[in-house]
T-cell receptor, first 115, second 109 residues
Framework: DTAVSQTPKYLVTQMGNDKSIKCEQN?????MYWYKQDSKKFLKIMFS???????INETVPNRFSPKSPDKAHLNLHINSLELGDSAVYFC??????????????FGPGTRLLVL | EDQVTQSPEALRLQEGESSSLNCSYT??????LFWYRQDPGKGPEFLFT???AGEEKEKERLKATLTKKESFLHITAPKPEDSATYLCAVQAGGGKLIFGQGTELSVKP
């Protein structure tokens, strides 16, 4: 009965590889997000999708490409991984629509380590 | 520029020793201020949403308050299980949350 789930939980890979992280929510929410948490625990928005449409795209390298096959899923594909991509990536979702003040619910995170 | 600053960065308390965490913010048009709790190795867990100055919300030993420039998270008679990192965030345009750097709370028995 997990609300927001992510796979994998841990990801260790070599520099230059391509990897994907998957996110699924069973809350019936329309809006989903990707956040990156660096080593100093600072959480920063990367992308947001509303009903499969990209609505937020922060200053993120082109190597990062989100994909939303349906409104319950938001995946993150990363090409040519670099050492600086090592971080914890969190998926989140919020209730339908873009009404202000909607609470976002977070997944457990994917810990990416690039060697 | 929208910004959130939390203080202190770390706080050590004895069990039962009440205290407050501060979240100062600047945002063009506050749509909501959120408090989350994050345990090591886990995702942020939602605690409170505050929408307007003067608003207060409570949950067990936690009470969140909001003014036009800052929010406080008051912890009354904390227990060791309250130990966690507490994150404050404001909602900006498009729904994105802008987070502070967090306050790491440690409560010793």
């Amino acid at each position: 009965d997990t609300a927001v789930s992510q796979t994998p939980k841990y990801l260790v890979t070599q520099m230059g590889n391509d990897k994907s992280i998957k996110c699924e929510q069973n809350l019936g929410h329309d809006t989903m997000y990707w956040y990156k948490q660096d080593s100093k625990k600072f959480l920063k928005i990367m992308f947001s999708y509303n009903n499969k449409e990209l609505i937020i795209n922060e200053t993120v390298p082109n190597r990062f490409s989100p994909k939303s096959p349906d409104k319950a899923h938001l995946n993150l594909h990363i090409n040519s991984l670099e050492l600086g991509d090592s971080a914890v990536y969190f998926c989140a979702s919020s209730p339908p629509g873009l009404r202000s003040g909607e609470t976002q619910y977070f997944g457990p995170g994917t810990r990416l380590l690039v060697l | 520029e929208d910004q959130v600053t939390q203080s202190p960065e770390a706080l050590r308390l004895q069990e039962g020793e009440s205290s407050s965490l501060n979240c100062s913010y600047t945002v063009s048009g506050l749509r909501g201020l959120f408090w989350y709790r994050q345990d090591p190795g886990k995702g942020p867990e939602f605690l409170f949403t505050l929408y307007s100055a003067g608003e207060e919300k409570e949950k067990e030993r936690l009470k969140a308050t909001l003014t036009k420039k800052e929010s406080f998270l008051h912890i009354t008679a904390p227990k060791p299980e309250d130990s966690a990192t507490y994150l404050c965030a404001v909602q900006a345009g498009g729904g994105k949350l802008i987070f502070g750097q967090g306050t790491e709370l440690s409560v010793k028995p």
